[in-house]
Nanobody, 125 residues
Framework: QVQLQESGPGLVKPSQTLSLTCTVS??????????WSWVRQPPGKGLEWIGY???????YYSPSLKRRTSISRDTSKNQFTLQLRSVTPEDTAVYYC?????????????????RGQGTQVTVSS
């Protein structure tokens, strides 16, 4: 059973960089066809896909967030990391890491094969 766990600060100041790490257990992030995503859900809004890193290390980002986003991985620790730069209060959301075995981006969390429990990140001074 693949398990994902998000970790990182719950409070970030405006203009700073939000950094979250997803630790994966029960499966390798390098297994063929794995797509390791970051998604978020702002309060009162729908799910927003941020981007993913593939099993081979390629990255793809949402066009609306691409300029501020980086996703990287540490295969020795079986982790992948989100960095979102220059945050504003509009970046306040529950952030999830998730996995699927194709490049399709689900519209709901239930569309992912595996996902973490989510972590609340608030952007405030």
């Amino acid at each position: 059973q693949v398990q994902l766990q998000e970790s990182g600060p719950g409070l970030v100041k405006p203009s700073q960089t939000l950094s979250l790490t997803c630790t994966v257990s029960g499966g390798s992030i390098t297994v063929h066809n794995g797509h390791w995503s970051w998604v978020r859900q702002p309060p009162g809004k729908g799910l927003e896909w941020i981007g993913y890193i593939t099993y081979s290390g390629l990255t793809y980002y949402s066009p609306s967030l691409k300029r501020r986003t980086s996703i990287s991985r540490d295969t020795s620790k079986n982790q992948f990391t989100l960095q979102l730069r220059s945050v504003t209060p509009e970046d306040t959301a529950v952030y999830y890491c998730a996995n699927s075995n194709n490049d399709h981006v689900p519209v709901n969390l239930s569309g992912y094969d595996y996902r973490g429990q989510g972590t609340q990140v608030t952007v405030s001074s």
